[in-house]
């Protein structure tokens, strides 16, 4: 993996320097789109379906296999290969979100607008396949709103090598902070200039242990579930309001840049 230089991001240097981020990482998935769409819902049947077709299992064992996989693994394709299935991430992904119904995401104009006045380096930050990403943000009306995006494949290349089998070969998401490494290292700016955007609290709790300043979206604010956040959104749309130190230094919240980087791995 190629890995850029620790420097500012695209924009100019003097757009930027009233601001405390030179990178912003999105999350996709209920984050740039409300949980309320309901794709979730899809994806986890999805999901049953693709083990009940590849486990043998019936509905209501499938059920308890997708909730167990995800609670000790992160995902269920990552529990399959532990467990010894020797599963192709394309064969994956072409059923769990090949069969999603993106027409239920609804275009986002206005998000639009907020993403195309950010002036810093503006990264999907996502576990899902590229092909996922492309026909969400095509959905959205958010094609060409991001410098690049960091997904599924870019975390795991050596998984689509033909000598990769099951059994030598992990998975890499979040909120491993692997997967933090991998965004930093492509987006080649200092963690403490990076700002964080997920609507996972696991995700959350790894992006402020790798260093960079958190937000978590679509949940309210809750001392007892966002400890880790160090700003909570309802809604992606918020973001300027809530964080105008992204545009300027004016009403500037506590830098980034006072929290040390800790790259070792975490529990989380």
């Given at each position: 993996?190629?890995?850029?230089?620790?420097?500012?991001?695209?924009?100019?240097?003097?757009?930027?320097?009233?601001?405390?981020?030179?990178?912003?990482?999105?999350?996709?998935?209920?984050?740039?789109?409300?949980?309320?769409?309901?794709?979730?819902?899809?994806?986890?049947?999805?999901?049953?379906?693709?083990?009940?077709?590849?486990?043998?299992?019936?509905?209501?064992?499938?059920c308890?296999?997708?909730?167990?996989?995800?609670?000790?693994?992160?995902?269920?394709?990552t529990?399959?290969r532990?467990?010894?299935?020797?599963i192709?991430?394309?064969?994956?992904?072409?059923?769990?979100?090949?069969?999603?119904?993106?027409?239920?995401?609804?275009?986002?104009?206005?998000?639009?607008?907020?993403?195309?006045?950010?002036?810093?380096?503006?990264?999907?930050?996502?576990?899902?396949?590229?092909?996922?990403a492309?026909?969400?943000?095509?959905?959205?009306g958010l094609?060409?709103c991001?410098?690049?995006i960091?997904?599924?494949?870019?975390?795991?290349?050596?998984?689509?090598?033909?000598?990769?089998?099951?059994?030598?070969?992990?998975?890499?998401?979040?909120?491993?902070?692997?997967?933090?490494?991998?965004?930093?290292?492509?987006?080649?700016?200092?963690?403490?200039?990076?700002?964080?955007?997920?609507?996972?609290?696991?995700?959350?709790?790894?992006g402020?242990?790798?260093?960079?300043?958190?937000?978590?979206?679509?949940k309210?604010?809750?001392?007892?579930?966002?400890?880790d956040?160090d700003?909570?959104?309802?809604?992606?749309?918020e973001?300027?309001?809530?964080?105008p130190?992204?545009?300027?230094?004016?009403?500037?919240?506590?830098?980034?840049?006072?929290?040390?980087?800790?790259?070792?791995?975490?529990?989380?």
């Open positions: 993996m190629e890995c850029r230089g620790v420097t500012g991001c695209n924009s100019s240097s003097s757009s930027l320097s009233d601001s405390p981020f030179d990178c912003i990482l999105f999350d996709l998935d209920d984050t740039l789109y409300s949980s309320d769409v309901g794709i979730g819902r899809f994806l986890r049947k999805n999901i049953e379906e693709f083990l009940m077709k590849t486990c043998g299992k019936t509905a209501e064992e499938a308890a296999l997708r909730a167990e996989l995800f609670r000790n693994y992160g995902s269920s394709l529990g399959l532990a467990l010894g299935h020797d192709h991430p394309d064969d994956y992904h072409s059923y769990v979100h090949g069969r999603l119904p993106y027409d239920a995401i609804p275009s986002n104009p206005l998000l639009r607008d907020l993403l195309q006045s950010i002036p810093q380096r503006k990264i999907i930050f996502t576990n899902s396949d590229r092909e996922h492309r026909r969400a943000l095509e959905r959205l094609v060409g991001f410098d690049d960091i997904c599924f494949e870019t975390m795991n290349p050596n998984l689509f090598s033909s000598s990769v089998s099951s059994s030598s070969s992990g998975v890499v998401l979040k909120p491993s902070i692997a997967a933090f490494e991998v965004a930093l290292c492509i987006s080649g700016v200092h963690p403490q200039r990076t700002l964080f955007l997920d609507d996972n609290e696991k995700n959350i709790a790894a402020k242990a790798a260093g960079l300043y958190t937000t978590l979206v679509g309210k604010k809750n001392p007892m579930m966002t400890s956040a700003c909570v959104l309802s809604d992606i749309l973001l300027r309001r809530e964080m130190e992204i545009w300027s230094a004016a009403g500037k919240k506590n830098p980034p840049g006072e929290m040390d980087a800790v790259f070792s791995p975490v529990e989380v």
